[in-house]
């Protein structure tokens, strides 16, 4: 079984940025994480999980129309890790920000929570 582990969130002002982490571990083969096309997720309170940014395993970018221009996500095969850096942040940004894969078939992490006071 494969661990997802999510860190890096905070409480930060409006205009603020953060760099959250994302690193799994476990029941993986060789190679296994490079071949996933990875995403980051968030959920605010009273609201459905919903889909940030995703980077496939040749590199390929693609966003939220809410997060376009101030978010960006990029990974570290080597370390099986996946990152969202976090610029411009908005009071509506607060939320709990999960990683995954995008086929699924992981268990969710705990994730990590991001708090914007304005």
């Known amino acids: 079984q494969v661990q997802l582990v999510e860190s890096g969130g905070g409480l930060v002002q409006a205009g603020g940025s953060l760099r959250l982490s994302c690193t799994a571990s476990?029941?993986?083969?060789?190679?296994?994480?490079?071949?996933?096309?990875m995403g980051w997720y968030r959920q605010a309170p009273g609201k459905e999980r919903e889909s940030v940014a995703v980077?496939?395993?040749?590199?390929?970018?693609n966003y939220a129309d809410s997060v376009k221009g101030r978010f960006t996500i990029s990974r570290d095969n080597a370390k099986n890790t996946v990152y969202l850096r976090m610029n411009s942040l908005k009071p509506e940004d607060t939320a709990v920000y999960y990683c995954?894969?995008?086929?699924?078939?992981?268990?969710w992490g705990q994730g990590t929570q991001v708090t914007v006071s304005s």
């Open positions: 995954n894969t995008v086929a699924g078939g992981w268990a």
């Open positions: 980077v496939t395993r040749d590199g390929n970018t």
């Open positions: 476990g029941s993986m083969y060789s190679g296994m994480f490079r071949i996933k096309t």
